[in-house]
């Protein structure tokens, strides 16, 4: 037992090339983010209050997908998705469609604590949000010049996929990294567990750069991007249609209540064979105090600390796997 | 074993006092979606395309909650959800936020079908609606008279119960109250009914496939989504069941039920009724719902804790039942 925290930034097609001004920022706010984790869990803080806490600040941070850095909708804007859930009492929160709230996981999180329902989305939930006196800024505040070149150059490599009125393949999607080695696609996370075996997770994203304006992804669904019960807490990322599909957070947390599997099989499990190569990753802490950080990409921005003093931050896969 | 099975719902939470005369209204409404489901499977049309058939009709009739007919927002109109899902590839398609699409299921089948995303919402849903030239009226087509009634009761129910800042107190006074004291969802039952539609297929060559549509909560806020449209939640579909659900949204959504249903028969070998029973027994805690369920050899189950399901199910060798009630 004891506590474990883990985080991530983003799943995807991250190229061992990326420059030191794009890696290095990354780095660093994994380990600051880390950091602040680890000290609230120190301080005693619920695991839910902590998950909240680090997620608001990788949201802030604008080197990830997620609250100001958010990647842009195909024409231009951002609409932001978030979702919490409290692992002990399985409450959950979830927004969609957010335009102003600086930190829309704090906006999931007061949807799950002060109204009656689980998932607001768009007006409805930009007009909760001023009620209930949550931060909200101009729209422009989250774009980012990195984004906007980063849609330009997609919208150039995928003139073709767009059109809608033929089928379209989901999953065989080729990403298309920007030539300075970004991935379009991620997705911010935390998980923790306490002393007791209290889990959260939380989860907040701008969705899929080029995304059809309305679109959701996996993060704001329960039980595929963001999950947590009595047994662990899951926060995952990458290709949200598959990730919806694969009811990835969820699966695992049934592996382990349903075939006795532990934390880092169960996981491994969903990442190996329940998402196609290229689609997904996650990370996930067990009531027992375990962290594991599988995925099935190029790359992986995480970071993750456990009460006996473990740490690991990484990028691409470790050496040792 | 084997061969093709059906089942739809129109809701579970029913108001015991529901008059006798709109019981077999509703009796006789299941009935036509069965047999509509059931003449489509033995035409040979796949599972997927056998459930947005039926929920298309389910949604045209105002009977029940969903396309005209649907429970209305806080502000009077209607934003309708769906999701469909193909147990081949487990692929999906959902929608919420829909205002003047006519029939949200086919709106979901469309975004599986033919965008990059699995979920369209809101101004975006619609949107795709017009690129792909669906059937498109005014809000005011969705909208009956009786659920106008209905919104304004739940409006002096939610005063006192919905106010999350007030204790709920008072709830004697209500007229709506004094009729069923029943609640799900912090409502009478006799105000909140789900009314939910769904329908669940496995077709004669074992491809599974489940459809969910609703208006949502009555007096609902603007912007509020459910688990219909929630994949996992209200739908689910994979090669082994078909499941769609209904009753209070937030116990569905926690308990992840659809998928609860397919993983315990996966990870835990259950059979159809037994993982149905399972999770209607142990995933629910203190929550309301019911749910129908088919399976790829060929069975049908249904499964509750409210009182009283609208549903219907049927399979190839002639079994075939309609009820509301335990």
């Known amino acids: 037992m004891g506590w474990a925290i883990a985080l991530h930034g983003g799943a995807g097609d991250i190229s061992p090339s990326i420059p030191p001004e794009r890696r290095q920022p990354r780095e660093a706010a994994l380990r600051h983010c880390l950091q602040i984790g680890v000290d609230a869990l120190k301080a005693q803080k619920s695991p839910l209050d902590v998950v909240e806490l680090v997620v608001r600040e990788l949201e802030n941070n604008p080197h990830f997908n997620a609250g100001k850095g958010s990647v842009l909708t195909t024409e231009g804007t951002v609409e932001m998705e978030a979702c919490i859930m409290d692992g002990k009492t399985k409450k959950c929160g979830a927004v969609s469609g957010l335009t102003t709230v600086v930190n829309a996981i704090s906006l999931a999180r007061v949807v799950m604590e002060k109204t009656p329902h689980i998932y607001l989305a768009f007006d409805g939930a930009e007009k909760f949000a001023r009620e209930q006196g949550l931060e909200t800024v101009d729209s422009s505040h989250f774009i980012t010049p990195a984004n906007i070149e980063r849609l330009k150059q997609f919208k150039e490599a995928n003139r073709v996929q767009i059109d809608c009125a033929q089928p379209v393949e989901k999953d065989v999607k080729k990403e298309t990294p920007t030539g300075d080695g970004d991935s379009p696609i991620g997705t911010v996370g935390c998980v923790a567990v306490d002393n007791d075996g209290n889990l959260a997770a939380a989860t907040s994203t701008g969705g899929f750069v080029n995304k059809m304006v309305g679109r959701i992804g996996d993060t704001p669904i329960i039980g595929a991007g963001t999950y947590a019960n009595n047994l662990c807490a899951v926060s995952a990322t990458g290709r949200g249609e598959a990730i919806i599909r694969g009811t990835v957070a969820r699966d695992v947390a049934a592996l382990m209540e349903f075939k006795g599997l532990s934390l880092k099989d169960a996981a491994a499990c969903v990442v190996e064979e329940r998402v196609p190569r290229d689609n997904v990753g996650l990370v996930a802490v067990s009531a027992k105090g375990e962290v594991t950080m599988p995925f099935n990409t190029t790359g992986m921005y995480r970071a993750s600390a456990t009460e006996d003093g473990y740490t690991e931050f990484g990028i691409w896969p470790s050496v040792e796997n | ?326």
Not at chain 2, 162 to 183: H, M
Not at chain 2, 257 to 277: F, H, S, T
């Open chain 2, 1 to 326: 074993m084997g061969g093709w099975a059906i089942a739809v719902h129109g809701g579970a939470g029913v108001d015991p006092n529901l008059p006798q005369q709109r019981q077999e209204e509703a009796k006789q409404l299941l009935t036509r979606c069965l047999n509509l489901g059931i003449s489509a499977l033995r035409s040979n049309l796949p599972a997927i395309d056998v459930v947005e058939l039926v929920v298309r009709e389910l949604e045209t009739d105002p009977l029940f909650n969903s396309g005209r007919g649907s429970a209305l927002t806080a502000k009077g109109t209607v934003e309708m959800e769906a999701s469909i899902m193909d147990g081949c590839g487990r692929r999906c398609g959902a929608v919420s936020g829909v205002t003047t699409v006519k029939n949200p299921v086919s709106l979901a089948r469309l975004v599986m079908e033919r965008s990059p995303h699995s979920y369209l919402a809101f101004s975006g849903a619609e949107e795709f609606a017009r690129l792909q030239g669906v059937e498109v009226v005014d809000n005011e087509y969705f909208i009956t008279e009786e659920n106008v009634g209905m919104l304004k009761l739940a409006k002096e129910a939610n005063t006192i119960v919905f106010d999350y800042r007030i204790p709920a107190l008072g709830l004697e006074t209500c007229s709506a109250v004094v009729e069923s004291p029943i609640q799900m969802n912090g409502l009478p039952i006799s105000v909140y009914a789900p009314e939910t539609v769904g329908c669940v297929v496995v077709d004669s060559q074992g491809r599974c496939a489940a459809a969910t549509s609703t208006g949502g909560l009555m007096n609902k806020m603007t912007g509020r989504i459910g688990d219909s449209p929630l994949i996992g939640a209200g739908t689910y579909a994979c090669n082994l069941c078909g499941v769609s659900c209904t009753g209070e949204g937030e116990a569905i959504i926690r308990g992840t039920l659809a998928r609860e249903v397919a993983a315990v028969m996966e990870y835990k070998g259950l059979g159809l009724q037994e993982a149905v029973d399972f999770v209607v027994k142990e995933r629910l805690d203190e929550g309301k719902a019911g749910l129908i369920a088919v399976s790829s050899k060929g069975e049908v189950a249904c499964g509750f804790n409210t009182t009283g399901m609208f549903r219907g199910c049927a399979t190839e060798d002639g079994f075939m039942e309609v009820g509301i009630w335990d």
